[in-house]
């Protein structure tokens, strides 16, 4: 079975703040992807990946940045946390088109 | 462009009566297509796919759906719902390059009254 696993269920930060969000997957999946999801608005793509060092921004790349250093970790950044950016982010692997997510991290910005 | 169409954002139905999630695509290509689903506070799994083989597509937990071209329609279903169908489901069309990129529809919930 395919594992992908995120860092924090729950995440609370400070406006301003620098926030990291970590996803690994232990099956050698070239892609990994970052989404979030927000209530009426189904998933958004905001980054993703299709191999080490190499990223592409997806739908709403403002106001976030990914790096993939290793091929099983593929890590979210944001760089100076808004209250906007409240919402639960999902992180994603696959070989070709079938996805499998991670359970997700729900980042609440103060 | 390719792009999906959820009907409903909320669907309600009684245990043991059928279910019918409705999708809509647009697609230029002969589509690949998803349905997901996401139990509250757990990631998405996958339920069933459409890559262009059968058109009636079986997936996990009694759960099928059927791609009509003519349509353009993938919708879910299901005979007899449980109580353990409540939650959210995803249609998903494959953007057609090289990224492997998906798109979501906005989701329809799905609530199951004893």
């Known amino acids: 079975d395919v594992k992908v696993t995120q860092s924090s269920r729950y995440l609370v930060k400070r406006t301003g703040e620098k926030v990291f969000l970590e996803c690994v997957q232990d099956m050698d999946h070239e892609n990994m992807f970052w989404y979030r999801q927000d209530p009426g608005l189904g998933l958004r793509l905001i980054y993703f990946?299709?191999?080490?060092?190499?990223?592409e921004k997806g739908d709403i790349p403002e106001g976030y940045s990914v790096s993939r250093e290793k091929k099983e970790r593929f890590s979210l950044i944001l760089e100076s946390a808004s209250t906007n950016q409240t919402s639960m982010y999902l992180c994603a692997t696959s070989r070709r088109y079938e996805q499998y997510f991670g359970p997700g991290t729900r980042l609440t910005v103060t | 462009a390719q792009s999906v169409t959820q009907l409903d954002s909320h669907v309600s139905v009684s245990e043991g009566t059928p279910v019918l999630l409705r999708c809509n695509y647009s697609?230029?290509?002969?589509?690949?297509l998803f349905w997901y689903v996401q139990h509250p506070n757990k990631g998405l799994q996958l339920l069933l796919k459409y890559t262009s083989a059968a058109t009636l597509v079986k997936g996990i937990n009694g759960f099928e759906a059927e791609f009509k071209k003519s349509e353009t329609s993938f919708h879910l279903t299901k005979p007899s719902a449980h109580m353990s169908d409540a939650a959210e489901y995803f249609c998903v069309v494959v953007w057609m390059d090289s990224s492997y990129k998906l798109i979501f529809g906005s989701g329809t919930r799905l609530l199951v009254r004893p």
């Open positions: 990946s299709y191999d080490v060092k190499m990223k």
């Open positions: 697609s230029s290509y002969s589509p690949s």
